[in-house]
T-cell receptor, first 114, second 113 residues
């Protein structure tokens, strides 16, 4: 049973517009969420995170929103740039201090068209 | 600062063989985690090492093992390879055990034929 789901395997957006990547989870014990970005032939790169005590965290063009009641989080990229084209992984954890409990979604491939 | 390095980058093995993958963490990082990435399962946690001790283990068979050396470098070994072991194996390092903000290497692409 997948505890972290990224239901859209791919997303295509025009440069300058907003990209919204979604992630749903089933485990109500998850208390920390992260987004990673992965370019081809490279390892994932940490992008942004959010604790369950918050509902929004912003870092430059990237904002993560958390809706605990809906068990849903989203990553907004505004404005989108061609260099943002990559696979984005959502991850969640229910136990602080243990990568063993970091559960990843299967990723969403974002394509930003010039 | 140099990033996480993994060797080799690509590997082709035959069913039944064994393989050893290597990971050198960022200088000063003491935690090393290993992940398997496949198209069907995404990123799955294998194990984590900190100060030469395995701290956490994912849900993988005993054919998957690892170790960490005193300089924090880590190796992962897979014995009796199966076709389903074909995947990208990623190593990630962190400065401390409790950090979620891991730094990933480029991975080793293992193909089992």
């Amino acid at each position: 049973d997948q505890q972290v789901k990224q239901n859209s395997p791919s997303l295509s957006v025009q440069e300058g517009r907003i990209s919204i990547l979604n992630c749903d989870y089933t485990n109500s014990m998850f208390d920390y969420f992260l987004w990673y970005k992965k370019y081809p032939a490279e390892g994932p790169t940490f992008l942004i995170s959010i604790s369950s005590i918050k509902d929004k965290n912003e870092d430059g063009r990237f904002t993560v929103f958390l809706n605990k009641s809906a068990k849903h989080l989203s990553l907004h990229i505004v404005p989108s740039q061609p260099g943002d084209s990559a696979v984005y992984f959502c991850a969640a954890s229910a136990k602080k201090g243990s990568q063993g409990n970091l559960i990843f979604g299967k990723g969403t491939k974002l394509s930003v068209k010039p | 600062k140099a990033g996480v390095t993994q060797t080799p980058r690509y590997l082709i093995k035959t069913r039944g063989q064994q393989v050893t993958l290597s990971c050198s963490p960022i200088s000063g990082h003491r935690s090393v985690s290993w992940y398997q990435q496949t198209p069907g399962q995404g990123l799955q946690f294998l194990f984590e090492y900190f100060s030469e001790t395995q701290r956490n283990k994912g849900n993988f068979p005993g054919r998957f093992s690892g170790r960490q050396f005193s300089n924090s470098r880590s190796e992962m070994n897979v014995s009796t390879l199966e076709l389903g072991d074909s995947a990208l194996y990623l190593c990630a390092s962190s400065p401390i055990l409790a950090s979620y903000e891991q730094y990933f290497g480029p991975g080793t692409r293992l193909t089992v034929t």
